[in-house]
C-alpha cells in the first residue's frame, strides 16, 4: 500500500494507528481511514486504542489467519464525548462489517478475506 495522505483525517495522526509491536508499521487502507473520519465527524473525539497490527504483533502471531488489523481494515475506538450506545447506533448506520463490543473499547473493521462478515460480537 502506498502511504496514506493523512491531511485527509484532519482527526487522526499516523501514530495513533501505528503497530504496537515497535515496528513503527502504519498500513492503514485509505477506504477505511475515510469511513472512521465520516464516523469520527458524526460522533466526535475517538481515542485509538489499536489500529494497524503488523503480522509479527503478538495478538496476530496468536492467530492462524492474520486479521482485518493486519489489513489496515480496523481499529479498535474508544468514545472520548458521546455514549456507547449512541456511537454503537452510528457504527450501525453506517454499516461497519465487523463490530466487537468489550468493556473497554469498541472493535470496527470493513472485513477481510477470511472474515465472516457482516458479524457482530462481544469479548
Known amino acids: 500500500m502506498k502511504p496514506l495522505n493523512w491531511s485527509l483525517y484532519p ?22 481511514m475515510e469511513k472512521l473520519q465520516t464516523l469520527r465527524n458524526k460522533v466526535g473525539p ?19 489467519r492474520s486479521g482485518a488489523h493486519s489489513l489496515g481494515l480496523a481499529a479498535d475506538i474508544v468514545p472520548h464525548k458521546v455514549q ?23 472493535h470496527i473493521d470493513e472485513g477481510h478475506p477470511y472474515a465472516y462478515r457482516p458479524a457482530s460480537w462481544s469479548y
Open 84 to 106: 456507547r450506545y449512541e456511537l454503537l447506533t452510528s457504527i450501525s448506520d453506517m454499516r461497519f462489517k465487523g463490530i466487537g463490543v468489550a468493556k473497554s473499547f469498541i
Open 11 to 32: 482527526n487522526f495522526s499516523a501514530s495513533e494507528f501505528e503497530c504496537r509491536c515497535g515496528c513503527g508499521l502504519v498500513d492503514m487502507a485509505p477506504e477505511f
Open 46 to 64: 475517538l481515542k485509538i486504542t489499536s489500529g494497524y497490527r503488523c503480522e509479527n504483533h503478538p495478538v496476530e502471531r496468536k492467530k492462524s
